[in-house]
């Protein structure tokens, strides 16, 4: 039953990723990878978030199959490493290579950063008293 609760969280993210993608390219003309770095940047906001909020001593506990669906389907399905690693090599192709270091540099640094913040954020509510 996991696998199916993966799978479905895997098209749900891969359809949210696409749908992104395509939205910010077309209102940012599509120059440089933002949908990616966006996409990126919450999935990994997410993922903290949710492992901490649900984790061993989080405030929330959900079963195995719905962190399985979150973390591993949804977040696996909708962050794009492999788009990032794609887009970033056609850029140094182009002989863009301030954008494609930008573009590495960005990535790196705000994912890391929206994951710590997911997870004080998730954190914090756990030390929430009551609600």
């Known amino acids: 039953m996991n696998y199916l609760w993966i ?12 749908w992104v993608t395509g939205f910010v390219a077309e209102q940012t003309g599509g120059i440089f990878p933002w949908g990616t770095v966006l996409i990126n940047v919450s999935g990994s906001f997410v993922i903290g978030f949710f492992a901490a909020l649900t984790g061993a001593e989080g405030r929330f506990v959900v079963g195995e199959s719905a962190r399985l ?7 696996g399905g909708f962050t ?3 788009s990032f690693s794609l887009q970033t090599l056609n850029l140094m192709r182009q002989g863009e290579m301030i954008r494609a270091g930008g573009n590495i540099a960005l990535s790196v640094a705000l994912c890391l950063l929206a994951v710590w913040l997911g997870h004080v954020a998730a954190m914090a509510i756990n030390q929430m008293k009551g609600a």
């Not at 799978?7 to 696409?18: E, N, Q, T, V």
């Not at 669906?69 to 977040?75: E, K, P, Q």
């Open 7 to 18: 799978m479905i969280g895997s098209a749900l993210g891969g359809a949210g990723r696409f």
């Open 69 to 75: 669906f979150v973390m591993i389907g949804l977040c």
């Open 80 to 82: 794009t490493f492999s």
